[in-house]
């Protein structure tokens, strides 16, 4: 762990940056440049909680490998059909939770709203994401990325990756 | 014990409710068997209640002993519960004394079911076995001296299981379940649920904003899987010169979807692309282990979609398993409980494998997505419009079952559909 109060609340910064960069590009709908965030041999999943506390392991999404991640981004580019929809994704309460350079390993609880057209905006998904982020020079990627929801029921579906 | 019993009577009157009536021409779907308070309720009795068998879960959602699952039979919210002595229990989630929905919880293991609200107890049968302060205080209060606790006992439903999958029904002189999906749909069952040991991977839950007929229709529907899925044309896992097969029971209310992948890259005729709208032949996948397919049943067909009359759809796609259980919630909504499995004796990299190639369906699926928002469309049409009845007239009721750009099974189900409901 760093040394000094000041240095972890460094740490912080850095990892708050990227996570703002991140949601501020899918909020953009910039989708085919989601997949940059990760490293090559990156895991995300998106999971219920019910499943994570009951220790079984589908995901909503499971991808193993940033391929994954670019197979999933051209899917929703080029090939998916869902009704067009504005989405907010929030993240806050981030918390550094160790640091072994070059992983920094944090929590950070998420809301994604949804804005469809001609409805109310609706809250999609809230819940936990546990990432392990790797320093490479000076940016910051995903090695590891668990989105852990408790919107148990979806309603509908979720399109765009949190 | 008590057990729900089927209150519908097969020689009831029939009473379309006002004002509606069904169109001569069979190639129509009246509107408002999708959007009518009183269709659904009606609905409730003669499907759900009535002589069918209703999935209500898995065998490997309840492994052990004491397992429970909140589940659904029709609307109907139920308990599944295996005893002690490994014996499945299906019973109403309602208390028998001020009606509480008792059971709040996905999942669990426990002998008892105590409703919070006066602490009434249940087994894992659904038999009633304490009351606290039966006998008053001081003498005083109390239930009465005719109290009879066998009585009052949460109301079960008669439970069958085949090959690891559970069904209840209220009926009580149901045909076996085998009989009720007939030889033909019962063997490509038996390629999804060959009796061996399954290991589940885990639930995926979602409401969608559709009739559950829609998502019977969907599944009974071939025509759709090139147009509206591009996934599976892009990246060469279903074209429509695949091989395929639609294959209904006697009385149609059942389906089986088989096909078989080609090997290698699929070849699509030029006059079939034009009319496949964003097919990209020269597409790969950056990562090719998803398309994998590890042969694990003896079935020349690499794909079945099963769905079974009236809540179940069983699928086999690859190495990706699952069912999803259909919950009806008024005429403008279903709820999806999707439960996805391997077998007991997957390795870690079939656990792996499997839950790669599950990308593909779910409420964050490739294909589910997809579904979910096109049914979601429909009903959005049906109710916000003007009225106006639906079409299913591709194909021909008589065509050879390898005929993939027809809705002859959806006719079939609403030829079965009518003779239940007396529409
Ligand atoms: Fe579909």
Excluded at chain 2, 60 to 75: K, M, Q, W
Aim: aromatic share 10%; net charge negative; with cysteine.
């Amino acid at each position: 762990m760093p040394a000094t109060r000041a240095a972890f609340r460094a740490v912080r910064a850095d990892v708050e940056e990227f996570l703002f960069e991140y949601a501020a590009l899918l909020e953009r709908g910039e989708i085919a440049r989601w997949p940059d965030f990760f490293t090559d041999d990156a895991v995300y999943q998106v999971v219920a909680r019910d499943n994570a506390e009951s220790n079984l392991p589908l995901g909503l999404i499971y991808a193993e490998g940033k391929g994954m991640l670019q197979d999933r981004a051209y899917a929703l580019i080029h090939t998916e059909m869902y009704a067009p929809r504005y989405i907010q994704l929030r993240m806050s309460n981030t918390r550094v939770i160790a640091v072994d350079e070059p992983y920094i390993t944090a929590e950070t609880s998420y809301l994604l709203l949804e804005t469809l057209i001609d409805e109310p905006t609706r809250v999609q998904q809230t819940g936990k994401s546990f990432d392990v982020i790797r320093r490479v020079g000076d940016q910051l990627l995903f090695k590891e990325r668990k989105c852990v929801y408790d919107t148990v029921l979806i309603n509908n579906c979720l399109v765009f990756p949190v | 014990m008590d057990t729900i019993e089927s209150t519908y009577q097969g020689n009831a009157p029939i009473v379309l409710p006002k004002g509606l009536t069904w169109p001569g021409d069979e190639m129509q779907i009246p509107d408002w068997i999708y959007t009518d308070p009183q269709v659904a309720a009606l609905e409730q009795e003669r499907i759900f209640l009535g002589r069918h068998w209703n999935f209500v879960g898995l065998e490997c959602e309840v492994p052990n002993p004491n397992d429970y699952i909140r589940s659904f039979v029709g609307a109907i919210p139920v308990v599944v519960a295996r005893d002690a002595d490994g014996a499945i229990h299906v019973f109403e989630n309602r208390c028998s004394h001020r009606g509480a929905e008792f059971c709040r919880s996905y999942r669990g293991n426990g002998e008892r079911f105590v409703c919070p609200y006066h602490n009434w107890t249940f087994d894992n049968r659904g038999k009633l076995v304490a009351i606290p302060f039966r006998r008053g205080v001081r003498g005083k209060g109390g239930m009465p001296d005719g109290f009879d606790m066998g009585e009052h006992d949460l109301r079960t439903f008669h439970v069958t299981t085949h090959n690891g999958v559970i069904f209840a029904t209220a009926c009580s002189d149901m045909e076996s379940v085998e009989d009720y999906l007939g030889p033909e749909v019962l063997r490509e069952f038996n390629t999804i649920f060959p009796g061996a040991e399954m290991k589940l991977l885990g639930i995926h839950r979602n409401t969608l904003p559709g009739n559950w007929k829609l998502y019977q229709e969907n599944l009974k529907d071939p025509y759709h899987a090139t147009l509206l899925h591009t996934y599976l044309t892009t990246f060469g896992l279903f074209v429509t010169s695949n091989e395929s097969n639609v294959v209904t029971d006697q009385q149609g209310r059942h389906c089986v979807l088989m096909s078989r992948r080609p090997q290698g890259r699929p070849e699509v005729a030029k006059e079939e692309q034009a009319d496949m709208q964003a097919f990209r032949q020269t597409m790969q996948l950056k990562d090719q282990r998803v398309l994998d397919y590890f042969r694990e049943v003896d079935s020349p067909w690499t794909g079945s979609a099963i769905t079974i009359w009236p809540n179940l759809s069983a699928l086999r796609q690859q190495n990706i398993l699952n069912t999803r259980l259909i919950v009806p919630r008024g005429p403008n909504e279903l709820m999806m409980i999707w439960a996805v499995f391997g077998r007991a004796t997957d390795d870690e990299a079939m656990v792996r494998h499997r839950l790669r190639q599950n990308n593909i369906f779910g409420p964050a699926g490739f294909l589910g997505i997809e579904d979910n928002e096109a049914l979601k469309f429909v009903q959005d049409g049906l109710t916000r419009s003007l009225p106006r009845h639906g079409l299913a007239m591709l194909g021909d009721d008589r065509e050879p079952v390898d005929t993939i750009i027809t809705e002859r099974a959806i006719r079939g189900m609403y030829r079965y559909y009518r003779q239940v409901m007396g529409f």
